[in-house]
Structures are given as structure tokens and as C-alpha cells.
Nanobody, 120 residues
């Protein structure tokens, strides 16, 4: 069973940093695009950052210059380094990726989310 599990969330003060990790478990053939989304209560889930298999990255304007997405294909991990955190960054952060399990078609997977709370 392929799963994505996030970790690293927590409570930090404004201006602080957190590093989120997403571990891909299960036997898979390949990992394609990976990304981080976040969702604030009462609002739609929004894209934070993406990284392709080749390492190309894309960021939401609101986090550009503060967040860095990276991946380690050998470890089947994707990370989100969050610096200069603001209260507006408070949300549940979800890891997502397009994965191909052996003998199956590629499909999108989502983690359960990790809470990030930034106090003013």
C-alpha cells in the first residue's frame, strides 16, 4: 500500500522556521511530480510549491523567497523548508505526488496533513 506521511509541523513564532518532511512508503516504480498544498479552515486548499522529477520548482507568490521545496529520490522523500514564517502561513500542510506502483497506472496520492501554526 502506497502512502505519503507528513511530519515536522508544529507551533512556531512569527519569523521562525520549520522543515516539513514527506515520506513515501510502499513499493513504487516511480515518483513523478511532488508538491505541497495547504488548507486553512474555511478556505480551499491551495498550492504552495511543486517540484518535478527533474528538480524544477514552482512556488506560490505568497511563499516565494521564504519556502524551499526539495526532494531526495533515493530516500523517497520530499521536503518543505519554511523560513520567515508568518501567521498567514498557518494551515494544514499536505504532501502530494504522482506515483506509479508496480503493475498499476500512475495516480495522485495525498498525505493526511501536518498542522503548522504560526503565532503572531
Amino acid at each position: 500500500q502506497v502512502q505519503l506521511v507528513e511530519s515536522g509541523g508544529g507551533l512556531v513564532q512569527a519569523g521562525g522556521s520549520l522543515r516539513l518532511s514527506c515520506a513515501v512508503s510502499g513499493t513504487i516504480f516511480s515518483i513523478n511530480g511532488m508538491g505541497w498544498y495547504r488548507q486553512v479552515p474555511g478556505k480551499e486548499r491551495e498550492l504552495v510549491a511543486t517540484v518535478t522529477r527533474g528538480g524544477s520548482t514552482n512556488y506560490a507568490d505568497s511563499v516565494k523567497g521564504r519556502f524551499t521545496i526539495s526532494r531526495d529520490n533515493a530516500k523517497k522523500m520530499v521536503y518543505l523548508q519554511m523560513n520567515s514564517l508568518e501567521p498567514e502561513d498557518t494551515a494544514v500542510y499536505y504532501c502530494t505526488g504522482t506515483l506509479t506502483a508496480y503493475g498499476q497506472l500512475p495516480k495522485d496520492y495525498w498525505g493526511q496533513g501536518t498542522q503548522v501554526t504560526v503565532s503572531a
